[in-house]
């Protein structure tokens, strides 16, 4: 049962530090960004004129379907 306990507490700190490390990292990237958008200006992209008919299943879909 010891065991358990020990294995249980070590999941819960490497989950703890993963989610913390994650967030942080999101909240250092935003925090800092600086948007370029004079060199967006420069480059433009055209939307594309052709368009396609039919349908597109999703992959997780497939599972349920079979």
Same mark, same amino acid.
């Given at each position: 049962m @010891?065991?358990?306990?020990? +294995?249980?507490? +070590?999941? !819960?700190?490497?989950h703890l530090i993963y989610? !913390?490390?994650t967030v942080g990292l999101g909240f250092i990237k935003t925090k800092f960004y600086k948007?370029?958008?004079y060199s967006k200006w420069e @480059?433009?992209?055209h939307l594309q004129n052709e368009v396609a008919f039919g349908m597109a299943i999703s992959p997780f879909s497939l599972c349920f379907l079979w």
């Open positions: @010891k065991l358990m306990i020990q +294995a249980f507490i +070590a999941s !819960v700190i490497i989610f !913390v490390c948007p370029n958008i @480059k433009i992209e």
